[in-house]
């Protein structure tokens, strides 16, 4: 993996910004409801593994030098999370709509967890292997 790409000081920022916003939601969330801090936990992991890290995956590899701003940080983030949002869960409404519409499947047979889960792994696995090609075909494998 460090032959695609290299995590460098603004992906360490980007990375310790979003644990520290994660550790404040937990608290502020588990300040004020009496449901267990380990509930919000899962849902911000989840909503970390869906909604930014197939984007990020895709910005490292195809477009680290990207650049709009002069806070690149802030680039690499809003940039992750409209990738990710693109791919995924355009993908994941266009699955769930041929499911429930065209394939006339009932929604209990096939959990959408599992199939946001199946798709996120899909889109990473398609952005290795079209970096892989790429890097294959100009020699650089």
Request: no cysteine; net charge positive.
């Amino acid at each position: 993996m460090n032959k695609y790409f290299t995590l460098d000081k603004d992906d360490k920022t980007l990375w310790l910004g979003i644990l520290a916003v994660s550790a404040i939601a937990i608290v502020i969330f588990s300040l004020f409801h009496a449901t267990s801090p380990l509930f919000y936990l899962t849902k911000i992991l989840v909503a970390i593994f869906e909604m930014f890290l197939p984007g990020y995956v895709i910005m490292k590899l195809f477009l680290d030098r990207f650049q709009v701003t002069d806070n690149r940080v802030v680039d690499r983030a809003i940039l992750s999370v409209g990738l990710s949002m693109v791919t995924v869960q355009v993908i994941y409404f266009l699955s769930t709509y041929l499911r429930t519409y065209a394939f006339n499947v009932d929604e209990d047979v096939i959990s959408s967890n599992a199939i946001a889960i199946v798709l996120v792994f899909l889109v990473i696995g398609a952005a290795f292997g079209a970096k892989f090609y790429l890097n294959k075909k100009k020699g650089v494998v």
